[in-house]
């Protein structure tokens, strides 16, 4: 598409969108105000993706909300996790005990004194963190136990601690928002049953 006929369709798009996209985007492309004003123009998709606050921190889109947190490493702390990690793998299907956990990982930052968290989970950030307590404390404690003045996962002032590290989202997508890890498994498995029964009439 040629730049002007990116530029009509720019036009078209209704004032107040692309008045927004000005006051944002006054140097970008026109391409790119294009895309983004017709973002800004879907209001069904905008309202599919609605980002709200999570909780206590962070962002949630429809059920699934973000996490992330970079916190100090004990010396010797990253040498730790990463004899942890290697035995597994880097596979840490335990966690999938949590129930609401899409997805974590850990990663090492400024020669390995630092430890990246990131999480998506499903729900309010206040129970995700008791999940976590009730449902896998040794992990989590072993873990963040290599964190500089980690008080524990059942300690009172836990949830002080991770706030104190966390970094909310400034901006979040979640592919499919309402997708829940409950109804996720629960889609898995009934795809697997129709798949078993259509076998069966082959």
Same mark, same amino acid.
């Given at each position: $598409? *040629? ?8 036009? *078209? ?12 985007? *006054? ?25 709200? =606050?999570? /909780?206590?921190?962070?962002?949630? !889109?429809?059920?699934? !909300? ?8 004990? =010396? ?9 990690? *290697? ?16 997805? $974590? ?17 499903? /729900? ?30 059942? !300690? !009172? ?26 109804? /996720? ?18």
């Amino acid at each position: $598409m *040629s730049t002007t006929e990116l530029e009509t369709q720019y036009r *078209s798009l209704p004032e107040r969108i692309r008045t927004r996209v000005e006051e944002q985007l *006054s140097d970008a492309a026109i391409a790119l105000k294009l895309k983004v004003g017709l973002m800004l123009a879907d209001r069904e998709e905008i309202a599919a993706h609605a980002v709200t =606050p999570a /909780g206590r921190i962070g962002l949630k !889109s429809g059920q699934v !909300s973000e996490l992330t947190a970079i916190m100090p490493l004990k =010396p010797g702390g990253a040498e730790r996790l990463r004899k942890f990690f *290697s035995l597994l793998d880097g596979n840490l299907a335990g966690a999938g005990q949590v129930g609401t956990l899409h997805n $974590m990982r850990f990663v090492f930052l400024d020669d390995d004194t630092k430890l990246l968290f990131a999480t998506a989970y499903d /729900g309010e950030w206040d129970p995700y963190i008791d999940d976590f307590a009730t449902k896998i404390p040794e992990m989590m404690d072993y873990l963040f136990g290599n964190v500089e003045g980690w008080p524990g996962i059942k !300690s !009172s002032e836990v949830k002080d601690f991770i706030v104190g590290y966390q970094i909310g989202a400034a901006g979040w997508f979640v592919a499919h928002p309402t997708l829940t890890v409950a109804e /996720g498994t629960r889609l898995l498995e009934q795809d697997d049953n129709v798949r078993g029964f259509v076998e069966t009439l082959n």
